[in-house]
């Protein structure tokens, strides 16, 4: 009988195949998932950073630009219509336009509600606050046109959307705070050339027409706020539209307010280069100083009115804040030399950028106040 041997055969060829036609293992596919879910939450991350302080850094954007390559900036800036810079009037004018746009009858209504405060940050922010410019003036800055431009800075209205949201930011009263945005930079038009005309009466550096200024400023500061507001009344379908896309309305808005300083440091390139480095750090430091007075008179004041805490919030911030963007568009009015404009404006600029990361550190420690008198 014949004998059958079986043989053990083994096919290593197969094995790669085999090893080939596996699934990728559940913990590598979880692994996976998760890395995308990570990048997803940083770029939204990012994105809600940029989205929350896209002013401060639309303002640094700008600043290095204009230094950096000047040319684009003073091009735009020179193109006028007698003695108005076209695009910087048209900035002016969306900025004001998208405040009336998103501008709210309601909100209005129930700020009035909380009329002490409101009358005292009006007469704060219009007549108070001001009055540092007498002092602004006479500070031993060199060259001489810082001091004039820290005083235009210390009689303008106070921000545009920046004051409201460190409002919401250290949870105040937002209705307030934009009440007064809105009623101070409404009322400015009148208040602040005659202010400033009595601030800088003979100076020697620049003169101002509170008559021609009031005009300007009506054209750029009230007529498309009102355009605005009417445009939203009379269509519902916008007014829609303008909630839907209010966040992008508002970088819109800060992209002009950029456009602004861009423009007015371009054109004063040169000579801001030229300035020896401690005359800028003692600007900056005078617009620092500047910030803390306003903070700690009006600190006192709300302290001593027993305003409740989230209307005191709103008036502290919104009365010791001042416009940059404002008080450029006053200086490109009052003189058409984009070189004297661009020093005037340095001190309103950094006062601004001051206010911001000033009022960032602070509102972590308003809203501990709004926490506790909740408890």
Same mark, same amino acid.
């Given at each position: 009988?014949?004998?059958?041997?079986?043989?053990?055969?083994?096919?290593? +060829?197969?094995?790669?195949?085999?090893?080939?036609?596996?699934?990728?293992?559940?913990?590598?596919?979880?692994?996976?998932?998760?890395?995308?879910?990570?990048?997803?939450?940083?770029?939204?991350?990012?994105?809600?950073?940029?989205?929350?302080?896209?002013?401060?850094?639309?303002?640094?954007? @700008?600043?290095? *630009?204009?230094?950096? *390559?000047?040319?684009?900036?003073?091009?735009?800036?020179?193109?006028?219509?007698?003695?108005?810079?076209?695009?910087?009037?048209?900035?002016?004018?969306?900025?004001?336009?998208?405040?009336?746009?998103?501008?709210?009858?309601?909100?209005?209504?129930?700020?009035?509600?909380?009329?002490?405060?409101?009358?005292?940050?009006?007469? +704060?922010?219009?007549?108070?606050?001001?009055?540092?410019?007498? +002092?602004?003036?006479?500070?031993?800055?060199?060259?001489?046109?810082?001091?004039?431009?820290?005083?235009?800075?210390?009689?303008?209205?106070?921000?545009?959307?920046?004051?409201?949201?460190?409002?919401?930011?250290?949870?105040?009263?937002?209705?307030?705070?934009?009440?007064?945005?809105?009623?101070?930079?409404?009322?400015?038009?009148?208040?602040?050339?005659?202010?400033?005309?009595?601030?800088?009466? $003979?100076?020697?550096?620049?003169?101002?027409?509170? $008559?021609?200024?009031?005009?300007?400023?009506?054209?750029?500061?009230?007529?498309?706020?009102?355009?605005?507001?009417?445009?939203?009344?009379?269509?519902?379908?916008?007014?829609?539209?303008?909630?839907?896309?209010?966040?992008?309305?508002?970088?819109?808005?800060?992209?002009?307010?950029?456009?602004?300083?861009?423009?007015?440091?371009?054109?004063?390139?040169?000579?801001?280069?030229?300035?020896?480095?401690?005359?800028?750090?003692?600007?900056?430091?005078?617009?620092?100083?500047?910030?803390?007075?306003?903070?700690?008179?009006?600190?006192?004041?709300? $302290?001593?009115?027993?305003?409740?805490?989230?209307?005191?919030?709103?008036?502290?911030?919104?009365?010791?804040?001042?416009? @940059?963007?404002?008080?450029?568009?006053?200086?490109?009015?009052?003189?058409?030399?984009?070189?004297?404009?661009?020093?005037?404006?340095?001190?309103?600029?950094?006062?601004?950028?001051?206010?911001?990361?000033?009022?960032?550190?602070?509102?972590?420690?308003?809203?501990?106040?709004?926490?506790?008198?909740?408890?």
């Amino acid at each position: 009988m014949a004998t059958i041997t079986l043989e053990r055969r083994d096919e290593p +060829a197969l094995a790669p195949r085999i090893e080939a036609q596996r699934p990728v293992p559940l913990v590598q596919a979880t692994q996976s998932a998760a890395a995308g879910q990570l990048w997803v939450r940083r770029l939204q991350a990012v994105k809600a950073f940029v989205i929350t302080n896209y002013l401060p850094l639309a303002f640094l954007v @700008a600043l290095v *630009w204009a230094l950096s *390559w000047p040319q684009p900036g003073k091009t735009v800036g020179s193109w006028q219509i007698k003695d108005v810079r076209v695009v910087q009037a048209l900035n002016n004018f969306f900025v004001f336009l998208v405040s009336g746009l998103t501008l709210r009858t309601k909100e209005i209504k129930t700020a009035f509600k909380q009329w002490p405060g409101l009358i005292y940050g009006l007469v +704060a922010i219009l007549a108070f606050t001001p009055c540092l410019g007498f +002092a602004a003036k006479r500070l031993n800055l060199t060259p001489p046109e810082f001091n004039i431009g820290l005083a235009i800075f210390c009689v303008v209205p106070t921000t545009l959307g920046v004051g409201v949201a460190l409002t919401a930011a250290a949870k105040g009263n937002q209705a307030l705070a934009l009440l007064l945005t809105v009623a101070t930079n409404l009322l400015g038009i009148v208040t602040v050339p005659y202010e400033l005309k009595l601030i800088l009466l $003979g100076s020697n550096v620049v003169s101002v027409d509170p $008559g021609s200024l009031v005009v300007k400023l009506i054209f750029t500061v009230l007529v498309p706020t009102v355009i605005g507001k009417a445009a939203c009344s009379l269509s519902s379908s916008l007014d829609a539209a303008v909630r839907r896309h209010k966040v992008a309305l508002s970088l819109f808005s800060h992209t002009n307010l950029a456009l602004i300083i861009w423009q007015t440091l371009s054109g004063a390139r040169d000579v801001l280069v030229a300035q020896p480095f401690h005359r800028v750090v003692l600007v900056i430091l005078a617009s620092v100083v500047m910030h803390l007075i306003y903070l700690a008179f009006n600190a006192v004041v709300v $302290g001593v009115f027993r305003f409740p805490v989230k209307e005191g919030i709103a008036v502290l911030i919104m009365a010791s804040q001042k416009s @940059a963007p404002v008080a450029v568009t006053v200086i490109s009015y009052i003189t058409p030399d984009i070189t004297q404009q661009g020093l005037f404006s340095v001190p309103a600029i950094v006062g601004q950028l001051a206010q911001i990361f000033m009022g960032s550190l602070l509102i972590r420690y308003l809203s501990r106040l709004v926490k506790d008198d909740h408890e």
